[in-house]
């Protein structure tokens, strides 16, 4: 697709609007729609807009901003079947230039910062991106009460429900992975999203019930490049949601929604390629090159910096606990989802899929700063040939404790991983990628809005805990 294509769909399908969006800084799409008699559909074309008004953007004194329309992401919009989606970069006219602080601008520099290093031409990634299907979600909080309240009939706590009959058919807890229906009771839900998002040019290479009761679900796109995947992640997500509200229920890639069962990860699968050759296939540990080794050798060093990215919310690390099955040692192992790194195993001769696959990321994340980070971190340790020491073969999980304890971990909390990106950043500068300003708006942004928001309110636990002190 590209302005000219993009015209001509307008004009086939009898289009009334464009539709134009973009990412705030945290990864919330946000979009305006003008008539399409309005666009004059050329590459690159201007939209004005109040930047002010963006989380992570700019101040009221200098609030004007420029969209610039990526005619090569144009697509009818599922949900609106009289408009075409355009994905948007932002442009300062201040400064005349791209945005410093946006996303998609970051995940740009990334790409050309790999070609200009020299390991490579085009970085893939491969996300996969769990999410919940909850029909009914409910939350407040004021300065005397507060409370949340999740139901889905397919909770395995509604078997003993006195409404109506129960047909019981419900994954029990921790026990939602691969069941056929009835116990997957959303497999129709999913094979909707599939359909919309494959109508809107995303490769979907499968689908199925994840681990948790409640209807978590994983649908799995094929890898693409960096930006492109950042993208189809973007559109995936709103995809997601609107079909499930189509159904009368409410989607979240929130991390971790319920207690004492699994949270949703976002696995992310990743290569770098050359000249049409994948560079991580060789004769090394797993069928890696030594390029690869490096790269997993920079993710592992820079893991704990890159927390503050992948995982960045304060519920993000209520899935992050060690002793509970959670990606958070910092090793890499072969075939084995309990180490931070996974090498999948491939065949020999496959060298197109020998890939690395980062484990901690969460689908709170705004894909374009994750995947942009994760492919610094790595460019850094081939820069640096980085040993990513020993690969741990066992299971990490039933290692005995004083093994266990030399092993390093993720920050346990969002607060803690901050300031592990306060004095470990200098890799995601490099080449101008990021900037030391958006670095310092996204740990002031996520202190203050965030974490001391969440520390000053009472936990409904904390009253069974203390109340009677």
Known sequence: ???????????????????????????????????????KF?????????????????????????LHADYSTAVIDPFSS??????????????????DRDPRVIAKRAEEFLKSSGAGDVAYFGPEAEFFIFDDLRFSQNEYSGFYSIDSEEGIWNSGGNDGPSLAYRPRYKEGYFPTPPHDSVHEIRNEMVRECIK??????????????????????RFDSLKRSADQMMMYKYLVKNVAKKHGKVATFMPKPLFNDNGSGMHCHQSIWKDGKNTFAGDGFGGLSQNALYY??????????????????????KRLVPGFEAPVNLVYSLANRSAAVRIPLVDKENTAAKRVEFRPPDPAANPYLAF??????????????IDPGESVTENIYHLPKERLDKIKKLPGTLEEALGELEADHQY????????????????DFKRHKEIDQVRLRPHPWEFHLYHDV
């Open 82 to 99: 009289s408009s075409i989606s355009v994905i948007c970069d932002v442009y300062d006219p201040h400064h005349k230039k791209y945005y």
């Open 428 to 443: 995601l500068l490099e080449g101008g990628v990021f900037t030391k300003d958006l670095i310092e708006t996204w740990i």
């Open 200 to 221: 809107c040019g995303i490769t979907i290479e499968r689908h199925h019930h994840e681990v948790a009761t409640a209807g978590q679900c994983e649908i799995n796109f």
């Open 1 to 39: 697709m590209d302005a000219k294509a993009a015209k001509q769909l307008v004009e086939k399908e009898n289009l009334e609007f464009v539709d134009v969006k973009f990412s705030d800084l945290f990864g919330q799409w946000q979009h305006l729609t003008l008539p399409a008699s309005y666009m």
């Open 42 to 66: 050329v590459e690159g074309e201007v939209v004005p807009f109040d930047g002010s008004s963006i989380r992570g953007f700019k101040e009221i004194n200098e609030s004007d901003m420029y």
């Open 296 to 317: 997993v050798g920079g993710l592992l060093k820079h893991a704990r910096s890159l927390a503050a990215i992948l995982s960045p919310t304060t519920n993000s690390y």
């Open 372 to 385: 942009s980070a994760m492919l610094m971190a790595g460019l850094d340790g081939i820069k640096h040939k």
